[in-house]
């Protein structure tokens, strides 16, 4: 390296390696490395080396990222160093929003008509969902859908009759034929034909490119075949191109990224300098091993040299556990242990939790809803998902392109104005058939121009003239006075539509149950308009440069550019960047999550099915995806494994082959001590300040368990032998648990305790987490939302109870507003009656303490250990015990069933008493209404078996009314006699 070389700024932070590819005079660059290596790193040097060094114009340089996440990522580091003018002129962004730029600007010279809309993945689905019916196509419109999408992704959009190899099912060319004259004619192009067509720009008009100078691309691997194409378009002035990418990353095949693209580079440029990056600067050198011996299973793949840098670290967890619903508490525990061990170092916003797929998010947001923790999700469906905010976008849509018939279709109704869906679906028919748009044919109707096959009521038509068409066409007036007028904004369109349509109201009338929510969103969707209109208030950053004796549509509507956002916005949320940022545990989709890491990082359902998937064809892939999960991790790496998939009890799942021929010996079986030394390396490789172990305890809580040891290690399958039913602690309506008189309990009707109609805790997922967002924070869910679920849930459970109970009173004494805690009982592990805590390992004390003791100073009780109190000898209650060999649960006053380990939190040494008290009828009592205790059997005369179940219940109601928050691992609870 030369002397600049070593002086220049930008060259200080990189290893020789990364400064090779930086400073390389070669045209084309590949860098081929493995995870952590510094490709993104290097990438973003070299775009500012090719400005500051090279003299490039920004907006000469054209660089595409596989999310929009990593594109406002690259954007950020880039404006740190070349300062937030230059950053907004480099085209940097997804291959689609580059090319939607693109064809907005200079669409009209392969006849595009500049206002084209985007047709999402829901608008998609819906058309072609129409034409299969409408023609009774024996195909899968989901089918359809990839197919048309993979086709299109080849290449091959432009004539798709010409494809020489018939499909299986001729109805699929007629389907994507009709499905793309849709398109045309409601001047939407979808997300592939963005790419698609782009092509064809730069093919027919390549001046529009001419002054692109450097193509650099990130991710490389996961490019299709009509990416290849645009990035070589692009870069057809100068082939200048530069790719990063790693084939052991590979992750979408599904969505036809072609690995062999790495091989066509070298191919169609065979003097393209290659470069690779053997260093791993991310993550522990155990995280590192252990996410090798995974890959390393692929024979067939591309071998690499991949080296840690840093040292050692904590080993990998691979845990099991009973179930989903245990997998995410044990999941909750860990967070929480590990943020309070690490004092402030490490924060929530430090956490992923990566899922193979959306659907398994369900267990974890429980856990994280119960225990209070916000997060926010990526690669779930979002914010602009939400049933209120899609209602407005598609007016928005409407009125500024009458011509989506989509998006008309979906507002007709809404608010319901009288007209039904088989007359929609009527209308709809007869624009397709009359090649006309639903709005033409809908303004033909009301004008009676027109003699109309579908026959819509007087009544109706008045209502569709007077509430829609006039709306919509007043509110188009303003969008254009919008263009015209910088005084009328965006945000003022909005409101002025949400007051025609009465919006407030109409929420309030139609979800009755959650309609402040629901407006609340909508005040957030104000905001982000709000926020979108100050953003791209200078419309010149938007533009492309202007090229000589090249024309340009300028475009000047605010309201298409903030569609086109929306609809582009579809893998990124929009981070809170106000002044109080909360610390999120994040919450993504493996796919999601590529590119990106985190200190540390879950990867749960690490099973057969789960991952491999039960549905995937490359088991390759599959393994690629487990690879990509583990390498985000930078100092702590947990995976976990349920007995039974999240399909409940049922599903009992073996461990992933991927892990399964090496997981003892790779993997600790429970989380690490986070003793001073694992901490100082934490601390050393994420390059942050430890606290000191005087502040990390002080701010322990009571009752905190320092231990991964709240969860057995070895979870027995027990359902069998304990005769428990097979429920995870829900179950849907309607179903009945086994009355307890089949299982042996005490056959008196005290006893016969009737069924609460438990509801599982959570219908969200992932793909369903509009109704649990939470309105500050767009795409985010709050555990607040999810607490007021759970509420919601139980009073409906509550209110179902007592009409059952006014049906078939006299089978239990319970009063009405008592809940039996049987309810409950199945989320808690029998097993754990038998589970021993580990011994050792108990929580040190800081230093300081110690010495305070030893002199002789104030006793302060910084932790101690509980044990159960001896039995009282000779009691009948005793003998009846051994008798039965039912020693799990003690008959004796509150005490703890096992040793266990807490922390005191006050100085006075009081430790909160572990126990709670219950009504023999199953009413939980908490210490403080301890006075209306109304007992009328005694604990003594219970069989084992009742005593068991009640044991269970207490111990559950304790976690879920956040009683003893930090203790209520339920073999800590004591049961307390009440007569
Ligand atoms: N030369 C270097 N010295 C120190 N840290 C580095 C260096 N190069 C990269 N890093 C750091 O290593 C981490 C990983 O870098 P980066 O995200 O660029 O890797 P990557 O190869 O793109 O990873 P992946 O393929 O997994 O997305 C980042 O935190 C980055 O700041």
Known sequence: MSTAQAENPILRSLNAAQRRAVTSNASTVAILAGPGSGKTHTLTSRVVWLVQQTGYQPSDIVVATFTVKAAREMKERIGKVLGPECERKIVLGTFHSIARRYLSAYGKHIGLDSKFGIADDGDSRAIIQRICKRHDFNIDPGFARSWISKKKAKGHATEPASNKKQPENPSLNECYREYQEHLERSNLLDYDDLLVRCVELLREYPACVSNIQAVLIDEYQDTNGIQYDLMKLFAQARQRITIVGDPDQSIYGWRSAEIRNLYRLLRDYPETDEISLEENYRSSQSILDVSLTVIQQDKKRYQKVLLPVHTKGARPVLRKLKSSAAEGDWIVSEIKRAVMMFGDMLTYEDVAILLRSASLSRHIEAALGKAGLAYRMIGGHKFYERKEIKILLDYLRAIYQPDNNDAIARIINVPRRGIGDTTIKRLIEEAEQQKMSLWSLLRKHCQGTRKATTKILPKMEQKLNTELLRLISNLQTQAQQITENSQQDLVSLIEKLLSQLNFKQYLESEYPEDHEQRWQSVQEFLSLANDFVRDSANLEDELLPEIENVDQVKDDSILGRFLANVALASDAQKNDDGAEKKSLITISTIHAAKGLEWPIVFVPSVYAGSIPHSRAEDLDEERRLLYVAMTRAQVLLYLSCPLYGSQGMGTKVELSPFVSPFASAAFAKQGTSFNRPVLEVVAKILGRDLPSEKAIFAKLPAMFSPEDNLFPVDPVDTRDAEGLDDSEGYRPKGTKRQR????????????????????????????????????????????????????????????????????????????????????????????????????????????????????????????????????????????????????????????????TTFVSATARGGVRPTRAAFSTSGRMLKPADASISTSTRSWRNLSPQSRRYIAYGVATCLAVDGYLVYNYAPWIVGLEKRD
């Open 740 to 899: 307890l008189n089949n299982q042996g309990y005490n056959n008196d009707d005290e006893e016969a305790v009737e069924e609460r109609p438990w509801q599982k805790e959570y219908s969200t997922t992932m793909e369903q987490a509009s109704s649990f967002t939470m309105a500050s924070l767009p795409g985010f869910v709050s555990a607040g939302a999810h607490q007021n679920a759970l509420s919601a849930a139980a009073a409906e459970a509550e209110k179902a109870a007592a009409a059952k109970k006014a049906v078939k009173m006299g089978t239990t004494r319970r009063k009405a507003d008592q809940t039996s805690l049987l309810g409950f009982l199945p989320a808690v592990d029998p097993s754990l009656a038998k589970h021993k805590l580990a011994s050792g390992n108990a929580l040190n004390r800081p230093s300081s303490i110690k010495k305070e003791d030893e002199e002789g100073g104030s006793k302060k009780r910084y932790h101690c250990f509980s044990s159960s109190p001896p039995r009282p000898a000779g009691t009948e209650d005793v003998k009846e015990e051994t008798a039965t060999q039912e020693a799990s649960v003690p008959d004796r006053p509150a005490s703890s069933f096992h040793r």
